[in-house]
C-alpha cells in the first residue's frame, strides 16, 4: 500500500510565492537510486489537467513553458519527496495541483500514484 499526499497549497496574491511539497510513504523501495519519476500536474476549472514540472530518475527535469522560469522542481529521495517552489506567481497559475509519483516498490514491482491534490488560488 503507497499513499501520495501534497501539502502547502493556499492563497497568494500575484507576484507572491508558494512551496508544495509531496510525500509518499508506504511500501516503497528504500534504494535511494530506484529511478523514481516525479511530476507535478494542475487542472485549472474546466480545463484539461496539465503537466507543470517533472523529474526522472537520473535527476532530468522538465517544465512546462507556463513554468520556466518561475518555478523549480526538486526531489529528496530519501525521504521520498518532491517539491514545487512558485514564484512570481499569477492569477492563471490558479488551479488544483497533483502529486504523480513512478515508485520502485519494496517488492520489486513499480507503481503509478496521484496524490488528492492541494488547491493553489493566486489573487490578481
Known amino acids: 500500500q503507497v499513499e501520495v499526499m501534497e501539502s502547502g497549497g493556499g492563497l497568494v496574491q500575484a507576484g507572491g510565492s508558494l512551496s508544495l511539497s509531496c510525500a509518499a510513504s508506504?511500501?516503497?523501495?528504500?534504494?535511494?537510486?530506484?529511478?523514481?519519476?516525479w511530476a507535478w500536474y494542475r487542472q485549472a476549472p474546466e480545463k484539461q489537467r496539465e503537466l507543470v514540472a517533472s523529474?526522472?530518475?537520473?535527476?532530468?527535469?522538465y517544465y512546462a513553458s507556463s513554468a520556466k522560469g518561475r518555478f523549480t522542481i526538486s526531489r529528496d529521495n530519501a525521504a521520498n519527496k518532491v517539491y514545487l517552489q512558485m514564484n512570481g506567481l499569477e492569477a492563471e497559475d490558479t488551479a488544483v495541483y497533483y502529486c504523480?509519483?513512478?515508485?520502485?516498490?519494496?517488492?520489486?514491482?513499480?507503481?503509478?500514484?496521484w496524490g488528492q491534490g492541494t488547491q493553489v488560488t493566486v489573487s490578481s
Open positions: 508506504g511500501s516503497i523501495s528504500s534504494n535511494v537510486n530506484s529511478n523514481n519519476f
Open positions: 504523480y509519483a513512478d515508485l520502485q516498490l519494496s517488492s520489486g514491482s513499480r507503481g503509478r500514484y
Open positions: 523529474i526522472s530518475g537520473p535527476g532530468v527535469v
